[in-house]
Nanobody, 124 residues
Framework: QVQLVESGGGLVQPGAFLRLSCAAS????????MGWFRQAPGKEREFVGG????????SYADSEKGRFTISRDNTKNTVYLQMHSLKPEDTAVYYC?????????????????WGQGTQVTVSS
């Protein structure tokens, strides 16, 4: 099983840029579809974006399209989430997830492995 560790979260002001990283424990990282999800208090876990094995295909939630960018570096066993123009409503715990195969990017149940999450707080 792959272990995932997120980092890069923190407290930022509205309009800021933040890059989250998710480091995987295995050299077989390139075998996994990767996704980013977020969950705010009292809300359901929400799909943010996903990226294919090679990184050539990506999928984003409509609400984040244009502001967030997913990328991966398989040589470093790491997937990234770049977030621009952050808003208070982006405040949540952000989770990295891995799946050997999926049929629906947005369904959390299709991802078998999850990181512990990293807190992102956007406030003035």
């Amino acid at each position: 099983q792959v272990q995932l560790v997120e980092s890069g979260g923190g407290l930022v002001q509205p309009g800021a840029f933040l890059r989250l990283s998710c480091a995987a424990s295995e050299r077989t990282f390139s075998r996994y579809v990767m996704g980013w999800f977020r969950q705010a208090p009292g809300k359901e876990r929400e799909f943010v974006g996903g990226i294919s094995l090679s990184g050539h295909l990506t999928s984003y939630a409509d609400s984040e399209k244009g502001r967030f960018t997913i990328s991966r570096d398989n040589t470093k066993n790491t997937v990234y989430l770049q977030m621009h123009s952050l808003k208070p409503e982006d405040t949540a715990v952000y989770y990295c997830a891995a799946a050997e195969s999926i049929t629906n990017w947005k369904d959390p149940s299709e991802y078998s492995f999850w990181g512990q999450g990293t807190q992102v707080t956007v406030s003035s």
